[in-house]
């Protein structure tokens, strides 16, 4: 799905639209344009001219005609052409779906099975869950289940980008013996193991300067700097989902470093990045802020020591967008991290901003209003 704004369609509009010169289909408020697909369709083009200006949520999952795998999804991922107009019976980016009341409607995203923030909150069934998906077992450590679970890459990565969330909003077990302690991180340890090094780090780049203006400029720049960084690690490293080696070592790699994240998005303890892995991390930007800045070491160590900062602000921001009440700004900035989860991990990779996004076209569409 492009970051780009789409129209919103009547229904009559999209009913119009019901022939092979042009073919719309919906999924609850979403609308594709499938006409270059009719001739590909492995069933033929009649069967999708069936469904010309319809709704396709029910065919696509119904047993008895054909469950469609994630690839149809991902045809229609790329087919999407606008939403229809609210009160057609249906909400955006799904499949509809009664309400508590028994009454109204709610959308359904088919890929990640949730329809809005709120359902990141609501306690998965164990046992229904992976009887359902034959995944993972939320009352067993999930370590080895991932490691020895044979799962391929296709259906890890569709597993793990449907959220669930752990009873009362604890921690799930991820290895059940004396290592569990290690895998959880508190946000407040991020500001107390990191900037009283970066403090000294911008104190020693004082002395060689000998005055504030010099640091705080280059403190400024690596603190702008690391927001590319967020985006960039974000997107090619935490979301190398095209690019992960379909074997058990490069699954449970991504597990552990994010795909964990992503399967219990509102695990408390598992939102920020332990110092060990940062550690890792932040070496090698070491070694490039001195390359960069080769000419004065003092002003490399400055730059390091804001994108250092900057990556802190990254983490403590990234825990409150799921576990705070937020001022205006961050509401919506939080909407539009959350939507990330539950709408479209593929898209909004940008966490203190959407900034990055909107540059490199991977701005996540959404309606803030109904999300």
């Not at 129209?7 to 999924?27: F, G, M, Q, R, W």
């Not at 009352?139 to 969330?165: A, C, T």
């Not at 399967?263 to 890792?280: A, E, G, K, Q």
Request: hydrophobic fraction near 40%; include cysteine.
């Amino acid at each position: 799905m492009s970051g780009r704004t789409l129209p919103t369609l009547t229904i009559d509009e999209v009913e119009s639209h019901n022939s092979a010169k042009s073919c719309y289909v919906t999924i609850g408020r979403n609308v594709y344009d499938v006409t270059d697909f009719l001739d590909s369709h492995p069933g033929g083009a009649d069967l999708v001219l069936d469904w010309a200006g319809k709704d396709i949520g029910a065919i696509l999952k119904d047993e008895a005609s054909h469950t469609h795998s994630e690839a149809a999804y991902e045809v229609l991922d790329e087919s999407l052409v606008g939403y229809l107009a609210s009160g057609n019976g249906a909400a955006a980016n799904g499949e509809a779906k009664d309400g508590e009341n028994g009454t109204e409607q709610q959308w359904v995203h088919p890929r990640t099975g949730m329809s809005c923030e709120e359902d990141l909150s609501k306690d998965t069934d164990y046992n229904a869950d992976y009887k359902t998906h034959k995944f993972l077992d939320l009352n067993k450590p999930l370590f080895m289940q991932i490691w020895n679970g044979g799962f391929s890459k296709e259906f890890y990565l569709d597993q793990v980008h449907r959220p669930r969330h752990y009873k009362g909003g604890e921690s799930a077990p991820l290895f059940g013996n004396f290592l569990e302690p290690l895998s959880k991180t508190p946000w407040w340890l991020i500001p107390l193991v990191w900037w009283p090094p970066i403090s000294y780090g911008v104190s020693v780049a004082f002395q060689g300067f000998g005055s504030v203006a010099p640091v705080a400029g280059y403190f400024g720049f690596g603190l702008a700097f690391w927001t590319l960084i967020e985006y960039i690690l974000h997107r090619f490293l935490f979301h190398l989902d095209y690019y992960l080696p379909d074997n058990r070592v490069g699954i449970t790699a991504h597990f552990l470093l994010h795909g964990i994240h992503h399967y219990l998005p509102m695990d408390r303890y598992r939102l920020v990045m332990p110092p060990t892995l940062f550690v890792v991390l932040a070496a090698p930007f070491w070694k490039f802020a001195h390359a960069i800045l080769f000419y004065n070491w003092y002003a490399a160590t400055a730059a390091f020591c804001g994108g250092v900062f900057g990556y802190t602000l990254y983490d403590m921001t990234h825990y409150f967008l799921h576990h705070q009440n937020l001022p205006a700004y961050y509401k919506e900035l939080k909407k539009y991290h959350l939507a990330h989860h539950f709408l479209d991990y593929e898209n909004g990779f940008g966490v203190t901003s959407a900034f990055w996004d909107k540059i490199f076209g991977t701005e996540l569409v959404y309606n803030p209003k109904t999300n």
